[in-house]
Structures are given as structure tokens and as C-alpha cells.
Nanobody, 123 residues
Framework: QVQLVESGGGLVQPGGSLRLSCAASGFTLDHYAIGWFRQAPGKGREAVSSIGTSDDIINYADSVRGRFTISRDNAKNTVYLQMNSLKPEDTAVYYC????????????????WGQGTQVTVSS
């Protein structure tokens, strides 16, 4: 059974950092692109970042470029999202998903999603 599980969320002060993890089970992650999305209360799901199967394609939303870094460790079947210089507007539930082998920032192309992890940036 294909499963994605996010972890690493929490409460952090503005300017702080968090590292989110997206652990895959039921399939080998190195054949799949992975994307991170977020959804704040009352808003739609927003693309944050995506990474291709061989790290050759990496995309970031303008709102996080230069602050967030996506990476993958295929040996651990896990994709990470390092988030630095966090702002209150980064507060949201963060989801990882896979669209198959082709990286994309279009959520409509994603087949599988995790359950999400809450990130709250507040003083």
C-alpha cells in the first residue's frame, strides 16, 4: 500500500527553522517525484516545492525561494523540506505528495498525499 507520512511540524518563533520529513512506504521513492504543498485555514492548497527523481528538477514557490530547501535521501526513502527564516504567513498544514515520476507544482496531477503536519509560526 502506497503511503506518505509527514513529520517535523510544530510551533516556532518568527525567524526560526524547522525540517519537515516525508517518509514513503509501499513503494521505492527514487522512482517518484515529490512535492510539498501547504494549506492555511480558509485558503486553497498552495504549492511550496517539488523535486524530481534525480534532483535535476527542483522548483520553489516565489514566497519561499531562498528560505526553504527541498532534498531527498533515497536510501532512507524520505524527502525533506528545510525551512529557515520562517514567517507568520508560513503557518499552515504542510502536505507531501507524489505525481508519479514527473515533477510538477500542479496539485491536480498528484495521485497520493500524506495526512499533513501542522506548522505554526508565532511569537
Amino acid at each position: 500500500q502506497v503511503q506518505l507520512v509527514e513529520s517535523g511540524g510544530g510551533l516556532v518563533q518568527p525567524g526560526g527553522s524547522l525540517r519537515l520529513s516525508c517518509a514513503a512506504s509501499g513503494f521505492t521513492l527514487d522512482h517518484y517525484a515529490i512535492g510539498w504543498f501547504r494549506q492555511a485555514p480558509g485558503k486553497g492548497r498552495e504549492a511550496v516545492s517539488s523535486i524530481g527523481t534525480s534532483d535535476d528538477i527542483i522548483n520553489y514557490a516565489d514566497s519561499v525561494r531562498g528560505r526553504f530547501t527541498i532534498s531527498r535521501d533515497n536510501a532512507k526513502n524520505t524527502v525533506y523540506l528545510q525551512m529557515n527564516s520562517l514567517k507568520p504567513e508560513d503557518t499552515a498544514v504542510y502536505y507531501c505528495g507524489t505525481p508519479g515520476p514527473i515533477a510538477t507544482m500542479d496539485p491536480l496531477k498528484y495521485d497520493y498525499w500524506g495526512q499533513g503536519t501542522q506548522v505554526t509560526v508565532s511569537s
